[in-house]
C-alpha cells in the first residue's frame, strides 16, 4: 500500500494529515528516508518515525447477515432489539457500516478500521450496493426505467444505477447513494410498497449463503479490496445499464 496509507492505518492521522510527516523527511522505510508519496509498502517491510518504529493498528471487519426486525444502534431506549445484539459482547465497540432500516435486511459490515470507515463513509467515493427489492403488486419494467433518470425524495436527486427484474415482484438494483429509506421512497413514487429489502452485495463483498442472523470475520484481502473499491480514483459505482428482464 502507499506510504500515506500505511501511516494512516497505524492511527497516525488521516492520509492528508500524514503527508507532511513525509515531506519532511521524519519517515524511512528499511532505514532508508522517504520523502514521496508513491512510495509502496510492502509486507515485511520496517517503517519508522524519527528512528522509531510504527506498525499499523491492529483492525477487525465483520460482515453480519441483519435479519428483519433489528435496529442499527448500540442500544434502543425502548428495548428493541439491535443488531450488537447478535454480535459477541467483545464486539460491541465496532461501529457498523451503512445503516439498514429495522425492516431491512442483508449485508451490514462492523469495523475497527478508521481508514475503512472513512472511505465507506464519504459520498464522492460512491461504492456500489446491490439490493433485491419485493413490491406488494407486479412490476412494469417500463417504469421501474423511468428511476435510472431519477426522481425527487426528500429534496434531493435519488436514482437507480441499473436493475433486473427477477420476477413479477421482485427486482434486484444497484445503487451509489445512501439516502435514508431512499429505494422504499423511490418505489413508493411509483405507487409500490416495498414489502421486502434486502441488501445483497456491498462493492466487491456479496452476502453469499450466509444465513439470517450469522457473520463471519473479513480477510485481510476483502478488507483490501473493499478499500480499493473505495478509493478516491476507483470507479466503484457501476455504469447505467440497459434494463433486462427475465
Known amino acids: 500500500m502507499r506510504l500515506n496509507q500505511y501511516l494512516a492505518r497505524c492511527g497516525l492521522g488521516s492520509r492528508r494529515g500524514v503527508e507532511p510527516l ?20 510492502e509486507e515485511g517491510d520496517a517503517v519508522a518515525i524519527d528512528g522509531r518504529p510504527v506498525h499499523p493498528a491492529s483492525t477487525l471487519t465483520v460482515l453480519l447477515h441483519k435479519p428483519r426486525g433489528f435496529l442499527c ?7 428493541r432489539q439491535t443488531v450488537y445484539e447478535l ?11 451503512g445503516r439498514l432500516d429495522r425492516d431491512s435486511e442483508g449485508l451490514l459490515l462492523f469495523t475497527s478500521d478508521g481508514l475503512l470507515i472513512q472511505r465507506l463513509a464519504h459520498p464522492r467515493h460512491k461504492v456500489s ?9 407486479p412490476l412494469e419494467a417500463t417504469r421501474v426505467a423511468t428511476l435510472l433518470r431519477g426522481c425527487r425524495i426528500q429534496g434531493r436527486t435519488a436514482s437507480l444505477d441499473s436493475f433486473h427484474l427477477l420476477g413479477s415482484r421482485r427486482v434486484r438494483v444497484v445503487v451509489h447513494q445512501g439516502m435514508k429509506r431512499q429505494i422504499r421512497l423511490m418505489f413508493q413514487g411509483l405507487g409500490y410498497k416495498v414489502i421486502r429489502l434486502v441488501r445483497v452485495a456491498l462493492g466487491p463483498l456479496t452476502l453469499g449463503s450466509l444465513a439470517a442472523g450469522q457473520y463471519r470475520l473479513l480477510s485481510r484481502s476483502e478488507t483490501e479490496a473493499l478499500l480499493h473499491a473505495a478509493a478516491p480514483s476507483s ?11 427475465l
Open 22 to 41: 513525509i515531506f519532511e523527511g521524519r519517515v524511512t522505510v528499511n532505514g532508508l528516508v522517504q520523502s514521496g508519496l508513491a512510495v509502496q509498502v
Open 129 to 137: 450496493k446491490v439490493y433485491e427489492v419485493e413490491c406488494d403488486h
Open 87 to 97: 454480535l459477541p459482547p467483545r464486539w460491541r465497540s465496532l461501529r457498523y457500516i
Open 73 to 79: 444502534t448500540s442500544s434502543d431506549p425502548r428495548g
Open 235 to 245: 470507479p466503484a459505482a457501476p455504469g447505467r445499464h440497459r434494463a433486462r428482464s
